[in-house]
T-cell receptor, first 112, second 114 residues
Framework: DQQVKQNSPSLSVQEGRISILNCDYTNSMFDYFLWYKKYPAEGPTFLIS?????DKNEDGRFTVFLNKSAKHLSLHIVPSQPGDSAVYFC???????????FGTGTRLQVTL | DAGITQSPRHKVTETGTPVTLRCHQT?????MYWYRQDPGHGLRLIHY???????DKGEVSDGYSVSRSKTEDFLLTLESATSSQTSVYFC?????????????FGEGSWLTVV
């Protein structure tokens, strides 16, 4: 049972345009959400997070939006850069647990 | 970069042989985790530890055991490796409960079981 779903395995965006990566979840107990970025042959690195008490969190070019009623979150990258090409994982936490549940990842390719 | 070292980084082993992966941290963090990454599954938690000699199972713990005799070391053992355990294994650490940017991942160990 996949509690965190990323339904788009891949996404291609032109440099300078907006990248939108989506994530859906089924567990209503999740109250903290994170995005990780992963380059080939490296470990995932934390990118941005959002608490369930918020609906938006922004950090530079990265913004995460949370729609609790739809159990949906999205990561916006504006403007997209070639160095953003990586696999992006959505993850969720129940807050009291000390472990994350990850989505299957979306491979973003930013083209010139 | 967080001080996490995984060894070995790459290993090929035969079915039925035991394999131990090691994770060493220099951050003195309390929590340590082992995840595996597979196509179509993302990262899945195998086992985690919340202190020396304190461990618990994750969602895919069958066929794996762990040990933590020191704060800095967390070992993952495949008692009898199977082809389904061919994967990339990531160790992770966190100072307290996961809350955003407090979890750090190692660079991964690529294991192939033939």
């Amino acid at each position: 049972d996949q509690q965190v779903k990323q339904n788009s395995p891949s996404l291609s965006v032109q440099e300078g345009r907006i990248s939108i990566l989506n994530c859906d979840y089924t567990n209503s107990m999740f109250d903290y959400f994170l995005w990780y970025k992963k380059y080939p042959a490296e470990g995932p690195t934390f990118l941005i997070s959002i608490s369930s008490i918020k609906d938006k969190n922004e950090d530079g070019r990265f913004t995460v939006f949370l729609n609790k009623s739809a159990k949906h979150l999205s990561l916006h990258i504006v403007p997209s850069q070639p160095g953003d090409s990586a696999v992006y994982f959505c993850a969720a936490n129940t807050g009291t647990a000390s472990k994350l549940t990850f989505g299957t990842g979306t491979r973003l390719q930013v083209t010139l | 970069d967080a001080g996490i070292t995984q060894s070995p980084r790459h290993k090929v082993t035969e079915t039925g042989t035991p394999v131990t992966l090691r994770c060493h941290q220099t951050e003195n963090h309390r929590y340590m985790y082992w995840y595996r990454q597979d196509p179509g599954h993302g990262l899945r938690l195998i086992h985690y530890s919340y202190g020396v000699k304190d461990t618990d199972k994750g969602e895919v713990s069958d066929g794996y055991s762990v040990s933590r005799s020191k704060t800095e070391d967390f070992l993952l053992t495949l008692e009898s490796a199977t082809s389904s355990q061919t994967s990339v294994y990531f160790c992770a650490i966190s100072e307290n409960r996961v809350s955003g940017n407090t979890i750090y991942f190692g660079e991964g160990s690529w294991l192939t079981v033939v």
